[in-house]
């Protein structure tokens, strides 16, 4: 077991970038895969002015939904050069609902082109969820 109830590692991958997400929930699963994306960018936020997004998506299924929700902050950042580090989301039946707060960037270390499906699957274990997403760079 992890030393904390949530968080993320990279995980040492060959031509992409590997990144292991725990949390007991899945809202903090999603929120950890999002700050360890940002992590892996090496994504310095602005410290003002504050903005606010509020996102709503839906998915066939968490897999699929954590993948449209890291695209659309990748799409947020690459669009309008903002990202976020205030997360309050909310799933039900597979339709989240996010309240993002963040800033303009400072810096943004290397690009993410894409959330890849590679070997994505959610796992209960324990008393926590675990996931590992694969990023095409």
Known sequence: ?????????????????????????????????????????????????????????????????????LEELLYIQSVNRLAFDSFQIGISSWNLRARLEGAPLELLGKEIKAVTYHQLKIRSDQEQLKVRVVFDV
């Open 1 to 69: 077991m992890h030393a904390s109830s949530s968080g993320f590692r990279e995980i040492a991958h060959t031509a992409d970038w590997e990144l292991e997400v725990w949390a007991p929930d899945l809202p903090g699963l999603f929120e950890q895969a999002a700050r360890g994306m940002y992590y892996l960018m090496g994504t310095r936020l602005q410290p003002a002015p504050r903005q606010f997004r509020v996102l709503e998506l839906a998915a066939m299924d968490g897999e699929s939904l954590l993948v449209r929700f």
